[in-house]
């Protein structure tokens, strides 16, 4: 891990700010409602400063969590979500392996093989290795950009298939509306590579989904993150 968050010439402690940005990317609120949860708890923030914190500390704190390991036994699901930017429309590109986990995103103007290969090359970079199998709906460019990029992938193109890509756009178009849409391409991009890290996680795997598993996972999720965050034990 690279050297620890730093709070400097920041008035509020460190608790407070961590607090603040985990409520605004973890659950479906706006910045306004941020602000009024915490002047509940006797905090006086304006929204600006949640907004200010988040784009400050949230990358800080995304970089800083463990990535789930890669496997030759992966599954990536890939699909892409329109997003409507300023009456323009832009895409959201989105990888997710077998048991829901968000591998990468990426948003771009283009819908076509271009912008699936940019989608691919951005996964194996990160993941380090290629998947045991690729799995899309039928849009014709994830095939073309799998024959340039890594031929050797089996790629099964089925709109039945791909439920678990599909089901992975609903946790941001409930942020989306709660944000009322966002303000350009660069914020969108800021704001689902810390959005997706934080979901990853607090949301437990498929096979841990019991009572008791459910609330460990969380309690283990709610350590890793102060530690990222630099709080005290």
């Known amino acids: 891990m690279s050297k620890p968050v730093s709070y400097k010439r920041h008035r509020f402690p460190p608790e407070i700010i ?10 479906p609120l706006s910045l306004r409602l941020v602000e009024e949860m915490l002047l509940e708890r006797g905090i006086v923030v304006s929204y600006e400063t949640v907004r200010r914190w988040a784009l400050k500390f949230g990358p800080d704190y995304a970089r800083r969590l463990r990535r789930k390991r890669p496997s030759r036994r992966d599954i990536w699901h890939l699909d892409e979500v329109v997003v409507t930017i300023s009456g323009k429309k832009h895409w959201l590109w989105r990888a997710v392996d077998q ?14 093989t271009k912008a699936a290969k940019r989608l691919l090359k951005r996964l194996l970079r990160k993941q380090g290795r290629p998947p045991r199998r690729l799995i899309t709906d039928k849009l014709g460019s994830y ?5 340039h990029i890594m031929p050797e992938v089996e790629h099964r193109s089925h709109k039945g298939l791909n439920n678990r890509a599909e089901n992975s756009h609903l946790p941001f178009r409930r942020r989306e509306r709660a944000m009322q849409g966002f303000r350009s391409p660069r914020y969108l991009q800021r704001f689902v590579s810390v959005f997706s890290a934080v979901r990853n996680l607090f949301v437990p795997p498929r096979s841990s989904r019991s009572a008791p598993a459910t609330r460990l996972h969380r309690l283990n999720a709610m350590a890793e993150w102060n530690a990222v965050a630099n709080l005290a034990a």
Request: proline content about 0%.
């Open 18 to 27: 961590a607090y603040a940005v985990w409520l605004y990317f973890r659950f």
């Open 99 to 112: 048991d829901g986990y968000v591998l990468d995103e990426v948003v771009q103007t283009r819908r076509d």
């Open 143 to 147: 095939a073309a950009a799998r024959r």
